[in-house]
């Protein structure tokens, strides 16, 4: 498994994904900037038996990228998939492709944990390497959530008590780094300075009670608090 910052450049990819074309393009993407796709299926069933069998030859992929939406209903078949195999392989980046915003299966993807995992909207695809980037970093571990998809989940957070200390600039920082931002990209968006995110980010651990002794990466437990609200 990868791990962040990662040296190794080319990634290997499962796209799952009913249209053909689109398919095509998000490979031809990815190909092109020096990564493998090691295979390509339609359905959630054929992408949920692909990676098993990979796997099971000791070459498990890097990153899934899969639709939200496949045969035979159209319905969650794509991200019920991406659950069954965050389930099955933890190491396995999975990045979900959505026509939409759908608190639902955000919500429902990023359950269990947001280590390796991403949401994002197809419009996105367009923005090239927005996109390349939101893969590679979901399969070294990252977050990768559209802006879109944060800011339903912010204007409902925002009703809830656990985040209702939390400054509006201090709400705007975790949004950010709900998207899988670093702190020095989250001061190039709101214009500040590193100082001042970090400050930000110290506060918001500070009054979501996450000190210095949890385990688990606290920057990933104000992810969840967040998404979780």
Aim: glycine share 8%.
């Amino acid at each position: 498994m990868r791990g962040p910052g990662s040296v190794e450049d080319a990634l290997r990819v499962v796209i799952a994904e009913d249209s053909v074309l689109l398919r095509e393009g998000l490979t031809r993407l990815l190909t092109d900037r020096g990564h493998e796709v090691v295979a390509g299926v339609g359905d959630g069933e054929a992408l949920v038996k692909t990676v098993d069998e990979l796997a099971a030859d000791g070459r498990l992929p890097d990153v899934v990228v899969a639709d939200v939406r496949m045969p035979p209903t159209h319905t969650d078949e794509g991200v019920r998939a991406a659950v069954r195999l965050r389930a099955a392989h933890p190491r396995l980046g999975v990045l979900v492709l959505s026509q939409y915003v759908e608190e639902q299966y955000a919500t429902e993807l990023l359950a269990g944990s947001s280590h390796g995992v991403g949401y994002l909207l197809k419009d996105r695809v367009a923005e090239v390497r927005e996109f390349v980037d939101a893969v590679v970093r979901v399969a070294e571990g990252g977050t990768a959530l559209d802006p879109e998809v944060v800011a339903q989940l912010l204007g409902r957070s925002r009703k809830q008590d656990v985040l209702a200390a939390l400054t509006p600039r201090e709400g705007e920082v975790l949004a950010l780094m709900a998207e899988g931002r670093t702190n020095s990209a989250i001061a190039a968006q709101l214009v500040v300075s590193h100082g001042a995110v970090e400050k930000h980010v110290s506060n918001i651990f500070l009054k979501l009670g996450l000190s210095q002794s949890d385990a688990d990466h606290r920057r990933v437990l104000a992810v969840l608090t967040y998404l979780r609200s």
